[in-house]
């Protein structure tokens, strides 16, 4: 398995309040990236970091930020939660040189914002 | 708009039969295609991929299958066993634009025993 960790696992929060979310590697990957899951949306990309500082937005960014200060950490921060924002989390990693691009997911971090 | 689609939210097969699972997409500038399978609580795991110049690639029990002119993949799996029910994931690659991952809605597998 692929050394990836997030934290929180699981988190409930107010509209209008500051999140942040983790995720934490050990596996020195170049690529790391911040999805979504919701019921018949399947994963939609936040946003993505291609090296330390480097980071670019996927297909659903507003609302997101990120930041990549070390290779193993990629944070992702709601800046004034959402309910529209709760959603599962998933961050993934992997080597673009791959010859297809496969990418390895943490666990998740279900967020529900009331 | 969706690029990748999985039409059916569900399927239930009998343990040991096959297990067929589709997928459609729209853009032509998708090089390479990916299923992933994912169990509750628990991130996507990739299963098996296919470069959009073969039209099959097999590994062991899976199986896909790549129809270009349709615009259509499908995974089967054979024979299919109860581990392997799990939501499975359809996703293209973009060859175009940082060779992005495009995700199908998914396709929720159910093995009887």
């Known amino acids: 398995d692929a050394g990836i960790t997030q934290s929180p696992r699981h988190k409930v929060t107010e509209t209008g309040t500051p999140v942040t979310l983790r995720c934490h590697q050990t596996e020195n990957h170049r690529y790391m990236y911040w999805y979504r899951q919701d019921p018949g949306h399947g994963l939609r990309l936040i946003h993505y970091s291609y090296g330390v500082k480097d980071t670019d937005k996927g297909e659903v960014s507003d609302g997101y930020s990120v930041s990549r200060s070390k290779t193993e950490d990629f944070l992702l921060t709601l800046e004034s939660a959402t309910s529209s924002q709760t959603s599962v989390y998933f961050c993934?990693?992997?080597?673009?040189?791959?010859?297809?691009?496969?990418?390895?997911f943490g666990p998740g971090t279900r967020l529900t914002v009331l | 708009d969706q690029q990748v689609k999985q039409n059916s939210p569900s399927l239930s097969v009998q343990e040991g039969r096959i297990s067929i699972l589709n997928c459609d997409y729209t853009n032509s500038m998708f090089d390479y295609f990916l299923w992933y399978k994912k169990y509750p609580a628990e991130g996507p795991t990739f299963l098996i991929s296919?470069?959009?110049i073969k039209d099959k690639n097999e590994d062991g029990r899976f199986t896909v299958f790549l129809n270009k002119s349709a615009k259509h993949l499908s995974l089967h799996i054979v024979p299919s066993q109860p581990g392997d029910s799990a939501v499975y994931f359809c996703?293209?690659?973009?060859?175009?634009?940082?060779?992005?991952?495009?995700w199908g809605a998914g396709t929720k597998l159910i093995i009887k025993p």
């Open positions: 993934a990693i992997g080597d673009r040189e791959s010859s297809y691009n496969e990418q390895f």
């Open positions: 996703a293209a690659r973009r060859g175009d634009s940082n060779y992005q991952l495009i």
């Open positions: 296919i470069s959009s």
